[in-house]
C-alpha cells in the first residue's frame, strides 16, 4: 500500500528531503505565568515584547545569584 504524500511531486515544500526550516538545537520552552496586573502594566511599559522583558529580567537575576554564589 503506498502512502498518498509519498506519490505526489510537488516544488512548494512540504515531504521532499530537507524542506522546511532546520531544527534548533535547544529550543525556547513555552511557559504560563500569571502576573499581577501592576506588574504587567510595568513589562508593557518596557521597550520589547513581554517574553523579551521577562527573559532580560529573569536572566539578569540569574546571573547575579551566580555572581553571588558561583
Known amino acids: ?4 504524500k509519498t506519490q505526489l511531486n510537488s516544488t512548494h515544500g512540504g515531504i521532499r528531503k ?6 534548533i538545537a535547544q529550543p525556547k520552552q513555552s511557559i504560563s505565568l500569571r ?3 501592576e506588574v504587567v502594566g ?3 511599559r ?4 513581554r517574553a523579551e522583558v521577562i527573559e532580560r529580567l529573569v ?4 546571573d547575579e545569584q ?3 554564589f558561583g
Not at 1 to 4: H, T
Not at 46 to 49: A, E, H, V
Open 46 to 49: 518596557q521597550d520589547g515584547n
Open 42 to 44: 510595568w513589562i508593557d
Open 35 to 37: 502576573l499581577h496586573p
Open 66 to 68: 551566580l555572581d553571588m
Open 1 to 4: 500500500m503506498n502512502n498518498k
Open 59 to 62: 536572566r539578569a537575576e540569574k
Open 18 to 23: 530537507g524542506a522546511g526550516r532546520p531544527k
